[in-house]
């Protein structure tokens, strides 16, 4: 199954999103538990402060008695500062936390991503699973890391400020909670509608972005075929749906804050109403009365802001779902339980009666497919487009299993293997030839970062790209550009060969390395293609027989004729040429 198909999902509740991500919280939690602590301490320190401000209207204020003013001017002070540098204290913390958090599930996300099969990417849309890694993971964190401080302080702070209020006039305080269960009433409404909208606007947000991606990398084809229309439509419409939904989410953001304001306000009026009732009869002071407003003042953010909480909870929730939905993807191969990291590096490959059939595919791609390529040997594969050739490629990297018979590399099962110790032992050259934007030296060495100049020097040497990359503007630091677009069809050639040198793995898989290239090109890079290939087990993949000459076999994978894809291997010994050179090996002291 693909995460990124529209396959229907399993909405996930804000307390399951809650509990699946909490553990990511693990080695911060105390930084947690500190944030909230001090942003609760400052809660209580304006709760103190407020108090005092009552004392100073009754004591000071009301009496006209300038000397009762300076002591609890000065407590005021000292409590004010004590308040902005622990609320400062609880907003790094909280702060710190969160990074942390959206870090740590990020970089957790990324690796799973990075383990899933080429199928899970080739459905799937790159835009949306771009806004899977970076939105929606931030909608988890605004929850589950500053969402729960944000809870808890906000709880802690209306029990302090309810407890003050009770403190100071109980009676007055039971008038005005008798309206809170209409916050309740509020929050749960818009929370389920919120929700919802939620959904729609993280999918839009997905679509564009997969829209803009998909559009921009394949700007030349859209130039070519003046698709620019279309392309504009398609953005439009994606946006348009992203707008209603982003509308629809607007709309009860901006109706709820009002909502919550009228019923404050209905709140202070009845408290004020009720207040200067019993100040006329003398049963409450001034500033008893306005400490007390100003609690109940102070009392309503805290409420308000759990009602945040639970909107967040809900685009998080949403989020969630997206972000799940990748996590439960499972990787197309797993490591083996006690995996062996140590080949035998001789480069002898042997597919043994292997049937593979890619996922959701009604026909196998292969079908008790055999064949064995040694050290040195050219195996060069070809056969009809479609008939299984890069699938091939694709198993002995182990990109997929077979569902049936084996793959061994010097005689162990591929999947006894760790896979890095597999794919250190066999290097592809893809049909496309795959560059990193990065300069000419970092793509070169992209197979082996610890390569030294000397090694990478050689390997551009024996490429036959040590020429024009000096001659390039900056040399080995020029930009290569996005896949490698700055420069010519045969020149990304030439560096890849020179990236499968440098990584100097004893098996080479060849997939197509001539296609796309003229004649005269071709001619160009057979040579070092040559070079490449000495003294490793070569599979060439290819309809170009150019190389034919060179190959000890040559196997023919084809279409039987009932139209199932079958892989046969009509394994001949070609014909070695009377003329055939030896090919001249790169010293791999060198490389
Ligand atoms: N990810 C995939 N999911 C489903 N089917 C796939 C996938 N990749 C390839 N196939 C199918 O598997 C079959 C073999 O594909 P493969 O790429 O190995 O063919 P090939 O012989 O290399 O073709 P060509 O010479 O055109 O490159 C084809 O029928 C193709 O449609």
């Given at each position: 199954?693909?995460?990124q198909?529209?396959?229907?999902?399993?909405?996930?509740?804000?307390?399951?999103?809650?509990?699946?991500?909490?553990?990511?919280?693990?080695?911060?939690?105390?930084?947690?538990?500190?944030?909230?602590?001090?942003?609760?301490?400052?809660?209580?320190?304006?709760?103190?402060?407020?108090?005092?401000?009552?004392?100073?209207?009754?004591?000071?204020?009301?009496?006209?008695?300038?000397?009762?003013?300076?002591?609890?001017?000065?407590?005021?002070?000292?409590?004010?500062?004590?308040?902005?540098?622990?609320?400062?204290?609880?907003?790094?913390?909280?702060?710190?936390?969160?990074?942390?958090?959206?870090?740590?599930?990020?970089?957790?996300?990324f690796?799973?991503v990075?383990?899933?099969?080429?199928?899970f990417f080739d459905r799937g849309r790159t835009g949306d699973l771009m806004v899977r890694l970076t939105d929606?993971?931030?909608?988890?964190?605004?929850?589950?890391?500053?969402?729960?401080?944000?809870?808890?302080?906000?709880?802690?702070?209306?029990?302090?400020?309810?407890?003050?209020?009770?403190?100071?006039?109980?009676?007055?305080?039971?008038?005005?909670?008798?309206?809170?269960?209409?916050?309740?009433?509020?929050?749960?409404?818009?929370?389920?509608?919120?929700?919802?909208?939620?959904?729609?606007?993280r999918d839009g947000n997905g679509a564009l972005t997969s829209v803009v991606e998909e559009s921009l990398s394949n700007h030349t084809l859209v130039q070519a075929y003046n698709r620019q229309p279309a392309e504009r439509r398609r953005l439009h419409r994606e946006g348009v749906t992203w707008l209603?939904?982003?509308?629809?989410?607007?709309?009860?953001?901006?109706?709820?804050?009002?909502?919550?304001?009228?019923?404050?306000?209905?709140?202070?009026?009845?408290?004020?109403?009720?207040?200067?009732?019993?100040?006329?009869?003398?049963?409450?002071?001034?500033?008893?009365?306005?400490?007390?407003?100003?609690?109940?003042?102070?009392?309503?953010?805290?409420?308000?802001?759990?009602?945040?909480?639970?909107?967040?909870?809900?685009?998080?929730?949403?989020?969630?779902?997206?972000?799940?939905?990748?996590?439960?993807?499972?990787?197309?191969?797993?490591?083996?339980?006690?995996?062996?990291?140590?080949?035998?590096?001789?480069?002898?490959?042997?597919?043994?009666?292997?049937?593979?059939?890619?996922?959701?595919?009604?026909?196998?791609?292969?079908?008790?497919?055999?064949?064995?390529?040694?050290?040195?040997?050219?195996?060069?594969?070809?056969?009809?487009?479609?008939?299984?050739?890069?699938?091939?490629?694709?198993?002995?990297?182990?990109?997929?299993?077979?569902?049936?018979?084996?793959?061994?590399?010097?005689?162990?099962?591929?999947?006894?293997?760790?896979?890095?110790?597999?794919?250190?032992?066999?290097?592809?050259?893809?049909?496309e030839t795959m560059l990193f934007p990065g300069?000419?030296?970092?793509?070169?060495?992209?197979?082996?970062?610890?390569?030294?100049?000397?090694?990478?020097?050689?390997?551009?040497?024996?490429?036959?790209?040590?020429?024009?990359?000096?001659?390039?503007?900056?040399?080995?630091?020029?930009p290569v550009g996005r896949q490698g677009r700055l420069l010519?069809g045969?020149?990304r050639?030439?560096?890849?060969?020179?990236?499968?040198?440098?990584?100097?793995?004893?098996?080479?898989?060849?997939?197509?390395?001539?296609?796309?290239?003229?004649?005269?090109?071709?001619?160009?890079?057979?040579?070092?293609?040559?070079?490449?290939?000495?003294?490793?087990?070569?599979?060439?993949?290819?309809?170009?027989?150019?190389?034919?000459?060179?190959?000890?076999?040559?196997?023919?994978?084809?279409?039987?004729?009932?139209?199932?894809?079958?892989?046969?291997?009509?394994?001949?010994?070609?014909?070695?040429?009377?003329?055939?050179?030896?090919?001249?090996?790169?010293?791999?002291?060198?490389?």
């Amino acid at each position: 199954m693909n995460a990124q198909s529209k396959a229907p999902r399993e909405d996930v509740s804000a307390r399951e999103a809650f509990r699946r991500f909490w553990p990511y919280t693990r080695g911060i939690r105390r930084w947690l538990v500190a944030g909230a602590l001090l942003l609760i301490l400052a809660a209580a320190g304006e709760a103190a402060a407020i108090w005092i401000f009552g004392l100073i209207t009754d004591h000071v204020l009301a009496a006209g008695n300038l000397a009762a003013f300076w002591t609890p001017a000065l407590v005021w002070l000292q409590l004010s500062v004590l308040t902005a540098v622990a609320s400062f204290g609880g907003d790094y913390l909280t702060a710190i936390v969160g990074e942390r958090f959206l870090l740590r599930l990020r970089d957790s996300v990324f690796a799973h991503v990075q383990r899933l099969s080429p199928d899970f990417f080739d459905r799937g849309r790159t835009g949306d699973l771009m806004v899977r890694l970076t939105d929606d993971v931030e909608a988890i964190e605004q929850f589950v890391a500053s969402g729960l401080i944000k809870a808890v302080t906000s709880v802690v702070s209306a029990v302090f400020f309810a407890g003050a209020a009770l403190y100071v006039r109980w009676d007055l305080a039971l008038v005005s909670f008798a309206l809170a269960p209409l916050f309740w009433v509020a929050v749960r409404r818009f929370t389920a509608r919120f929700r919802e909208t939620a959904v729609r606007e993280r999918d839009g947000n997905g679509a564009l972005t997969s829209v803009v991606e998909e559009s921009l990398s394949n700007h030349t084809l859209v130039q070519a075929y003046n698709r620019q229309p279309a392309e504009r439509r398609r953005l439009h419409r994606e946006g348009v749906t992203w707008l209603e939904a982003k509308m629809a989410e607007n709309r009860l953001s901006a109706l709820y804050e009002p909502l919550v304001q009228v019923i404050e306000t209905v709140c202070v009026l009845l408290v004020l109403g009720f207040g200067a009732w019993e100040l006329s009869r003398g049963r409450v002071t001034l500033g008893g009365l306005l400490a007390f407003a100003a609690y109940l003042g102070y009392l309503y953010p805290p409420i308000q802001s759990l009602g945040d909480v639970g909107l967040t909870a809900s685009e998080a929730a949403a989020g969630a779902d997206r972000v799940i939905e990748i996590m439960e993807t499972p990787p197309a191969v797993a490591e083996p339980p006690v995996p062996r990291t140590r080949a035998a590096r001789r480069g002898r490959v042997a597919f043994d009666d292997v049937t593979f059939r890619y996922p959701g595919a009604d026909r196998p791609a292969l079908e008790g497919f055999s064949f064995r390529a040694g050290p040195e040997e050219l195996v060069l594969v070809t056969g009809p487009s479609g008939a299984g050739k890069s699938t091939i490629g694709k198993l002995l990297l182990r990109f997929y299993d077979p569902e049936r018979g084996r793959i061994r590399l010097d005689g162990v099962d591929i999947r006894e293997l760790s896979l890095t110790t597999l794919r250190e032992n066999v290097t592809v050259l893809q049909q496309e030839t795959m560059l990193f934007p990065g300069s000419v030296r970092d793509n070169i060495a992209y197979g082996r970062p610890d390569a030294t100049e000397e090694q990478i020097v050689a390997a551009a040497r024996a490429a036959d790209a040590h020429d024009f990359i000096t001659a390039l503007p900056e040399g080995y630091d020029t930009p290569v550009g996005r896949q490698g677009r700055l420069l010519s069809g045969g020149q990304r050639q030439r560096i890849a060969i020179a990236r499968a040198m440098v990584r100097d793995a004893p098996v080479l898989i060849l997939d197509e390395p001539t296609t796309g290239l003229d004649a005269p090109t071709v001619r160009r890079v057979l040579g070092p293609l040559r070079r490449l290939m000495a003294g490793r087990t070569t599979i060439l993949i290819t309809h170009d027989l150019h190389l034919a000459p060179d190959a000890d076999r040559i196997i023919v994978v084809g279409r039987e004729a009932r139209g199932q894809a079958v892989a046969s291997a009509a394994a001949r010994p070609a014909r070695r040429p009377e003329n055939r050179q030896p090919p001249r090996k790169v010293p791999s002291s060198a490389l």
